[in-house]
Nanobody, 113 residues
Framework: QVQLVESGGGLVQPGGSLRLSCVASGSIFSLHGMGWYRQALGKQRELVASITSSGRTNYVDSVKDRFTISRDNAKNTVYLQMNSLKSEDTAVYYC???????YGQGTQVTVSS
């Protein structure tokens, strides 16, 4: 049974930083494209960033130059480094495995003073 477990969310002030982690178990992680999605209250879930098995990345325009997605295949982990956080980044963030079409359970990120 494949599991995706996110961590690293929390409360941060505007302009602050957080790093989210997603550990995948039970799959050939290195061959899978991975992504981070987010869903704010009352809004649809949206793609934030994605990374292919070869390391090619893609970002939604609103987070370019602020967020960085990366992966460590030896640790079966994908990361999302979030800098210069804004209140509009507040959402539940989900890890996504494209090969399995599966989300993790999500981690809450709240940006507020």
């Amino acid at each position: 049974q494949v599991q995706l477990v996110e961590s690293g969310g929390g409360l941060v002030q505007p302009g602050g930083s957080l790093r989210l982690s997603c550990v995948a178990s039970g799959s050939i992680f290195s061959l899978h494209g991975m992504g981070w999605y987010r869903q704010a209250l009352g809004k649809q879930r949206e793609l934030v960033a994605s990374i292919t098995s070869s390391g090619r990345t893609n970002y939604v325009d609103s987070v370019k130059d602020r967020f960085t997605i990366s992966r460590d295949n030896a640790k079966n982990t994908v990361y999302l480094q979030m800098n210069s956080l804004k209140s509009e980044d507040t959402a539940v963030y989900y890890c996504y495995d494209y090969a399995l079409s599966r989300y993790g359970q999500g981690t809450q990120v709240t940006v507020s003073s």
